[in-house]
């Protein structure tokens, strides 16, 4: 099977890694890396690192899990929200969570559009730490304070 996973993957943390184990025990992984371009209207946008970084930090964590790319996976860069997922690429599954299932459901509008078949939605649980789900954007919060 083949899926994406997308993401800004900023500070890559236990959420994200969980988010990419699932996808990767589906099958090869198109990962969709956000382009700088596109989160400059994210929260605590000024501190999210850059494209490169983002992509090298996940090439690194990747490989230690012993994942080769073009062999498990592929990173291409999205620069909105419809992505590459609306090409007529042969991916089988798109891997969300209840934070980005409403993106997913709009890909798949899209795709029907241009009479595309819809991908099979999967949802991935959020990890939670202290009764609340690990995010980047409080990651950069924290470090600013």
Do not use: C, W
Request: hydrophobic residues 35%.
């Amino acid at each position: 099977m083949k899926v994406i996973a997308s993401g800004t993957f900023d500070r890559l943390h236990e959420g994200h890694k969980h988010f990419l184990k699932i996808a990767f025990n589906l099958g090869f992984v198109y990962i969709g890396l956000t382009s700088d371009n596109m989160i400059k209207n994210k929260k605590y946008a000024e501190s999210i690192q850059n494209y490169e970084t983002r992509k090298t930090n996940l090439i690194e964590y990747l490989s230690n899990e012993k994942k080769e790319i073009n062999h498990d996976f592929e990173i291409i860069e999205i620069n909105d929200r419809l992505g590459f997922a609306v090409d007529s690429m042969d991916a089988d599954a798109i891997v969300v969570t209840s934070d980005t299932l409403e993106g997913a459901e709009e890909i798949n509008d899209a795709r029907a559009e241009y009479g595309l078949y819809p991908l099979d939605i999967i949802e991935v649980e959020l990890i939670l730490k202290d009764n609340k789900k690990i995010s980047s954007s409080d990651i950069r919060k924290e470090e600013k304070d």
